[in-house]
């Protein structure tokens, strides 16, 4: 089995790239599973959606 993760270890174009968005973010906001928007996050999962100087948005999820 040695040979394997040898061989796998040695795979390093993964075709996944990752942009990297370095503009100000002017406002961010937070919604819970719902959609409803809240203040301050608790425990629990929401969607973060932040507001960038040049008019994008960006968004993800994170997990408190």
Known sequence: MNWY???????TDTG??????D???I???YYNIA?????????????VKQLLK????RSYKVCY
């Open 23 to 25: 503009e100000e973010v």
């Open 27 to 29: 406002a961010t906001y």
């Open 16 to 21: 996944i790239e990752q942009n990297v968005n």
């Open 54 to 57: 040049g008019g994008k948005t």
């Open 35 to 47: 959609g409803v928007k809240v203040n301050k996050p608790k425990k629990g999962i929401y969607v």
């Open 5 to 11: 993760k040898e061989w796998y270890m040695k795979q």
